[in-house]
């Protein structure tokens, strides 16, 4: 009985052995991210890649796995056409990328897993990686109320340079309203400065003017000019 049950624990330790050596030599990975956030319009994407070292590929498929029950559902496969509001994409026999459409809420309660089916030395490997979980995206600021650190950094600077300008410019304004007071106000107060000491304002010299007879030229000659006698009232005074 002895010889019997070693006969048979020999085969059976044999095969976990040959199994285990396989999965260590022929096995391979899955690589997807382990979280992705969801954009504003309910668009996300997970990429689903694997390291072998082979071109024979079977299978790549996208799994949905509920949170709640633990419940494992097909969303899209390679070979499946028409996925509803899934989109796959090849990047290379390695990477592949699923693009989600019309994400809701319900798709935070779930979770995405990877699975890839490769030929390895006539034998089908199949692995899945870590799932993926969505997280809720911010929702997109309106473009009104968009903050200034959002704003092109050139349209910052273009805006400060025309305030700078204004600001300048009113300054300007106002040193020349202010010179203008100023000059206005010192003449009317040397004005009444005169007024009140009594002095008469000194008017400019006239002009002389060369070549030019005066206004009284003729009283002039008038009065140099002798007078004519009257000889007939002398010689009736003189007798």
Request: charged fraction near 20%.
């Amino acid at each position: 009985m002895r010889r019997s049950r070693n006969a048979e624990m020999i085969p059976s330790s044999f095969n976990i052995i040959i199994t285990i050596y396989l999965s260590l030599s022929y096995g391979f990975k899955v690589i997807q991210p382990q979280n992705r956030t969801v954009d504003p319009d309910g668009l996300v994407s997970i990429s689903c890649e694997h390291n072998a070292n082979v071109t024979s590929l079977i299978d790549v498929r996208l799994n949905r796995i509920s949170l709640r029950d633990n419940k494992r559902t097909l969303l899209c496969q390679k070979a499946m056409h028409g996925c509803e509001n899934v989109l796959i994409h090849s990047n290379n026999p390695q990477k592949w990328l699923f693009i989600l459409l019309n994400v809701g809420q319900e798709a935070m309660n779930t979770l995405y897993e990877c699975e890839f089916t490769l030929v390895e030395n006539d034998l089908h490997e199949t692995e899945t990686g870590e799932p993926t979980r969505l997280l809720q995206g911010q929702q997109e600021p309106d473009q009104d109320c968009a903050p200034a650190s959002q704003l092109p950094l050139a349209w910052q600077c273009g805006q400060q340079i025309w305030i700078l300008i204004g600001v300048m410019a009113l300054m300007f304004l106002c040193i020349c309203v202010m010179a203008c007071l100023y000059v206005k106000l010192r003449h009317t107060t040397g004005s009444e400065q005169l007024c009140e000491s009594g002095l008469p304002q000194t008017a400019p010299p006239p002009q002389h003017r060369s070549n030019e007879e005066p206004e009284n030229c003729i009283y002039v000659e008038m009065k140099k000019a002798t007078q004519p006698r009257n000889l007939a009232l002398e010689s009736s005074i003189f007798g």
